[in-house]
Each structure stands twice: as C-alpha cells, then as structure tokens.
C-alpha cells in the first residue's frame, strides 16, 4: 500500500521556520517527481515545490521562491523536505506531499498520482 507521510507542522511566529518531511513508502519511487501542495480554508489547493527524480531539478511557486527549499533522499526510500523560512500569516495552510511518476505538468494537483493526508501550518502574526 503506498504511503506518503507528511510531519512537521505546527505553529510558528512569523519570520520563523519549519521543516517538513515526507515519507514515502509502499513501493519504489524511482522516476517519480515529488512535490509540495497547500490548501488554505476557502482556497483551492496550489502548488508550493516540486523536485525531480534525480534532486536536480527543482521548482517553486513564486510565492515561495527565496523563502523556500525544496529536497530530497533516495538513498534507502524516498523522503521529501520542505524547508520554509521567513514564514508569514499568508503561508498558513495544510500542506500536502504527492507524488508524480514521470513527466507533467508540474503544478497542477490532478497531475499526481499520490497523495498524503497533510500537515498543517499556522503562522501567527
């Protein structure tokens, strides 16, 4: 059964920061883009990170570019950070790890094919 386990969240000041972590299991992961969604009360879900197979590659949404940092490890299974710095009262949202295989487009949830059960963040003012 494939498993994506998103920890980390909580509550923050602004201008503090978090890590996030994303643990994927349940079957091999290779070849798979992984990425980083939110979803704030009322909003659609957007797109945050994404990070290729390989870690070469990474992408953000504007919103989040400078502040945060997408990684990965494959060395034994596959684990997805997030970290976010400079959090601000804007940021506050769940946030969810999935996981795409193959190419796609890159920031638009109906392209992944896993998802896990998201963390929230609050970032008080």
């Known amino acids: 059964q494939v498993q994506l386990v998103e920890s980390g969240g909580g509550l923050v000041q602004a201008g503090g920061s978090l890590r996030l972590s994303c643990a994927a299991s349940?079957?091999?992961?290779?070849?798979?883009?992984m990425g980083w969604f939110r979803q704030a009360p009322g909003k659609e879900r957007e797109f945050v990170a994404a990070i290729s197979w390989s870690g070469g590659t990474t992408y953000y949404a504007d919103s989040v570019k400078g502040r945060f940092t997408i990684s990965r490890d494959n060395a034994k299974s596959t684990t997805v950070y997030l970290q976010m710095n400079s959090l601000k009262p804007e940021d506050t949202a769940v946030y969810y790890c999935?996981?795409?295989?193959?190419?796609?487009?890159?920031?638009?949830?109906?392209?992944?094919?896993?998802w896990g059960q998201g963390t929230q963040i609050t970032v008080s003012s």
């Open positions: 999935a996981a795409k295989r193959g190419a796609g487009i890159v920031g638009v949830p109906s392209d992944y094919d896993y």
């Open positions: 349940g079957r091999s992961f290779s070849g798979y883009r």
